[in-house]
């Protein structure tokens, strides 16, 4: 079975651009989960769709969105970009539910300069 | 809101040694996961424990959920270089969501 992808791997932009990020679940997966990472301040959650519906948000600002089609793949927008949004974004793909396994893609790697 | 604590945040092991890491909570919790992100990679669950009390072992790793259901610990021992990296414990937060720690970052010392 075909692990969480996440494209691109890698992305640089400038401040004030904005960016689209990729997830494609593990096939059966209905959950998708982001979540951002920055050193020393562990996995910050995002948000949380299921079944093209955002069932959970985090404490970003509205600058940070998503969605989730049919398939369950995912994308999540970042516009006005800052500085501080440099950061490693994770997906994470599972069954549903806070008691099932999160199963994480590779990441993309944002760089804002 | 609901938070996971992870004690220490960082640690250095000598190679051969035994350590051991920590997650508390303030809250009950029904189940807590651990997971561990390799350096340069991406978290990789690793267990689920559920019941009060409940011991699981994998190979050189002991995990414990108190009797409490409020805390959790990690256990390892001798220590190799391939336990590197990051160990986070994640509970629930809310029907849908997990609440990660910070992690414990992991440095073998050969």
């Known amino acids: 079975k075909a692990g969480v992808t996440q494209t691109p791997r890698y992305l640089i932009k400038t401040r004030g651009q904005q960016v689209t990020l990729s997830c494609s679940p593990i096939s059966g997966h209905r959950s998708v989960s982001w979540y951002q990472q920055t050193p020393g301040q562990g996995l910050q959650f995002l948000f949380e769709y299921f079944s093209e519906t955002q069932r959970n948000k985090g404490n970003f600002p509205g600058r940070f969105s998503g969605r989730q089609f049919s398939n369950s793949r995912s994308e999540m927008n970042v516009s006005t970009l800052e500085l501080g949004d440099s950061a490693l974004y994770l997906c994470?793909?599972?069954?549903?539910?806070?008691?099932?396994?999160?199963?994480f893609g590779d990441g993309t790697r944002l760089s804002i300069l | 809101g609901q938070q996971v604590m992870q004690i220490p945040q960082y640690q250095h092991v000598q190679e051969g040694e035994d350590f051991t890491t920590y997650c508390n909570s303030s809250t009950t919790l029904s189940n807590i996961q651990w997971y561990k992100q390799r350096p340069g990679g991406h978290p990789v669950f690793l267990i689920q424990l559920v019941k009060s009390g409940e011991v699981k072992k994998q190979k050189r790793l002991t995990f414990q959920f108190g009797e409490a259901k409020k805390n959790s610990s990690l256990h390892i021992t001798a220590t190799q270089t391939t336990d590197v990296g990051t160990y986070f414990c994640?509970?629930?937060?809310?029907?849908?969501?997990?609440?990660f720690g910070k992690g414990n970052q992991v440095v073998v010392i050969p």
């Open positions: 994640a509970g629930p937060h809310g029907s849908n969501r997990l609440a």
């Open positions: 994470a793909s599972s069954l549903g539910g806070n008691n099932q396994p999160q199963h």
